[in-house]
Each structure stands twice: as structure tokens, then as C-alpha cells.
């Protein structure tokens, strides 16, 4: 469980591995907001965290 970027909820953040299919998805269970990434057999569940708050980093900074 991870805390949400986007509410700033603790622990809130799941992270679901399906190595079947090559997806990492994680959600947090207050706000709604998700992500999804490609993952493989390596792919650990901080790795799809980091990833997003990577995506989330470079989504919302600011224009300078």
C-alpha cells in the first residue's frame, strides 16, 4: 500500500500485478485516481508507484 499523490491519503494506494498479461494497475481506494503501465516478470509493485508519481511529476509542474 502506498499514499495517493493525488488526495494525499496514507495507504491508501493498491497496486495489482498481472504478469499474465504484462499490466501493473494501482488505484487509490479514497480519490478513484489509477494508473497502468506496462510491466514484465522483473516489475515490482514500488516500480508501477514510482512510475506514477514520475507521470504525475511531469503531468502537473508548474511552466516556468
Not at 503501465?37 to 507521470?55: C, F, G, H, K, P
Amino acid at each position: 500500500m502506498f499514499d495517493c499523490p493525488f488526495c494525499g491519503g496514507k495507504d491508501l494506494c493498491g497496486v495489482t500485478m498481472d504478469y499474465d498479461h504484462s499490466t501493473g494497475f494501482i488505484k487509490c481506494d479514497a480519490c478513484g485516481a489509477k494508473y497502468e503501465m506496462q510491466i514484465n516478470r522483473l516489475t515490482e509493485a514500488i516500480d508501477v508507484y514510482s512510475e506514477w508519481i514520475d507521470m504525475c511529476a511531469t503531468t502537473t509542474a508548474p511552466a516556468t
